[in-house]
């Protein structure tokens, strides 16, 4: 019983392929140049507005099956620099090779206008007002901006700095103001000084010049000096080599692109 229902699905199987087979066309062929008859490799030939479609090999031949539901279909057959060749899929020869030819494309003429660059310091002067309304801001703007400063002494860095802020700058070519600009910090953020800093030779250096005492760091205790006195010392010591006292005291200049 179970050997006659395999034979019977086996014959099934084998006439469902081979209608399938018949309804199918199989398109196969060589794609060569038409002036040196080398093979075109890497072609694609495809079905126009379906997903059926295939490439040639490096003999330049190729097989395609397309269902008799498309046989009407526009089969294309192209390569980048030859003319794409169309044939309805119905009418498409196996026994004759395809040929492209090549397709030669033509550049428009361009044309440049370069204005004469100026060479004297009036006609630059001149060409800087003349845009004017280009280069700087014609009304007050409001522009996000980003803050990085570190801080080292000779050998190591101390700390970083950054901050995110918004700058109002009313400064413009028409009011011809120059001193407008207001900064606000959003945000900011300071790095840990994880430093080695040797406090008997900071303590040493501060009494040598506030004090007229001049110790050497190894005739110095540490358990004989208070704390704050250290502390005291190495923030001296950080202000007179690094000049900290200056610090995010200058201006922030803001450059816009120029055109």
Same mark, same amino acid.
Not at 237 to 258: A, H, I, M, P, Q
């Given at each position: 019983?179970?050997?006659?229902?395999?034979?019977?699905?086996?014959?099934?199987?084998?006439?469902?392929?081979?209608?399938?087979?018949?309804?199918?066309?199989?398109?196969? =062929?060589?794609?060569?140049?038409f002036v040196? $008859?080398? #093979?075109? %490799?890497? !072609?694609?030939?495809?079905?126009?507005?379906?997903? @059926?479609?295939?490439?040639? =090999?490096?003999?330049?031949?190729?097989?395609? $099956?397309? #269902?008799? %539901?498309? !046989?009407?279909?526009?089969?294309?057959?192209?390569? @980048?620099?030859?003319?794409?060749?169309?044939?309805?899929?119905?009418?498409?020869?196996?026994?004759?090779e395809?040929f492209?030819e090549?397709?030669?494309?033509?550049?428009?003429?361009?044309?440049?206008?370069?204005?004469?660059?100026?060479?004297?310091?009036?006609?630059?002067?001149?060409?800087?007002?003349?845009?004017?309304?280009?280069?700087?801001?014609?009304?007050?703007?409001?522009?996000?901006?980003?803050?990085?400063?570190?801080?080292?002494?000779?050998?190591?860095?101390?700390?970083?700095?950054?901050?995110?802020?918004?700058?109002?700058?009313?400064?413009?070519?028409?009011?011809?103001?120059t001193?407008?600009?207001?900064i606000?910090?959003?945000?900011?953020?300071k790095?840990?000084?994880?430093?080695?800093?040797?406090?008997?030779?900071?303590?040493?250096?501060?009494?040598?010049?506030?004090?007229?005492?001049?110790?050497?760091?190894?005739?110095?205790?540490?358990?004989?000096?208070?704390?704050s006195?250290?502390?005291?010392?190495?923030?001296?010591?950080?202000?007179?080599?690094?000049?900290?006292?200056?610090?995010?005291?200058?201006?922030?200049?803001?450059?816009?692109?120029?055109?």
């Open positions: 019983m179970k050997l006659s229902f395999l034979k019977h699905s086996l014959k099934l199987i084998v006439f469902l392929i081979s209608i399938t087979a018949f309804s199918q066309h199989e398109l196969k =062929n060589k794609v060569v140049d040196n $008859l080398l #093979p075109i %490799e890497n !072609a694609s030939v495809y079905v126009q507005n379906t997903t @059926i479609g295939t490439v040639t =090999n490096a003999d330049g031949k190729f097989v395609l $099956l397309v #269902p008799e %539901e498309m !046989a009407k279909d526009t089969l294309v057959i192209s390569s @980048i620099g030859f003319k794409s060749y169309k044939v309805p899929v119905d009418e498409f020869d196996n026994s004759f395809v492209l090549e397709d030669v494309a033509t550049l428009e003429e361009v044309v440049l206008n370069a204005t004469p660059r100026p060479k004297t310091g009036d006609s630059i002067v001149l060409r800087a007002l003349e845009r004017l309304d280009r280069n700087f801001p014609s009304q007050a703007y409001l522009q996000k901006g980003f803050l990085r400063h570190k801080e080292r002494n000779k050998k190591q860095f101390k700390w970083l700095i950054e901050s995110a802020i918004t700058v109002y700058d009313d400064t413009t070519y028409v009011n011809g103001e001193d407008n600009l207001k606000n910090v959003d945000e900011v953020r790095s840990y000084d994880l430093r080695d800093v040797d406090s008997l030779f900071a303590y040493s250096t501060y009494l040598k010049y506030n004090a007229n005492v001049n110790l050497k760091p190894k005739n110095l205790r540490r358990d004989t000096i208070k704390t006195s250290l502390v005291k010392a190495i923030k001296w010591n950080d202000t007179r080599v690094n000049g900290l006292e200056g610090l995010f005291k200058g201006k922030l200049n803001l450059v816009r692109n120029s055109k």
